[in-house]
């Protein structure tokens, strides 16, 4: 399965820009020619590649999509574990 992540592109420069992520992990080198991200965007992104520009709000409700996802997947562990 492939997963993109999301996050805010804090520095760019040279098509590459710096995203911090909602977990607060960052990456640098991301490209970011094809989404034409700026600094500040918020951005989608697959492996060092950015696939898309989102707005703030479409950003926030993703968030709120994957901590539902982690929030299932540490009881499914504290439940194996009971088990």
């Known amino acids: ?7 805010r ?18 990456l640098d080198g991301v ?5 034409r991200a700026a600094k500040g965007d918020y951005v989608e ?6 696939l898309s ?3 703030e709000s479409e950003a926030r409700v993703r968030k709120r999509a994957w901590d539902e996802v982690r929030k299932g ?6 439940e194996a574990r009971r088990s």
């Open 1 to 7: 399965m492939c997963v993109t992540r999301v996050g």
């Open 31 to 35: 490209d970011v020619t094809l989404a």
């Open 73 to 78: 997947a540490r009881l499914a562990e504290a």
């Open 53 to 55: 520009v989102l707005s």
């Open 45 to 50: 992104v697959f492996g060092n590649l950015a």
């Open 9 to 26: 592109a804090v520095e760019v420069a040279r098509g590459r820009a710096r995203v911090e992520f909602f977990d607060g992990r960052a």
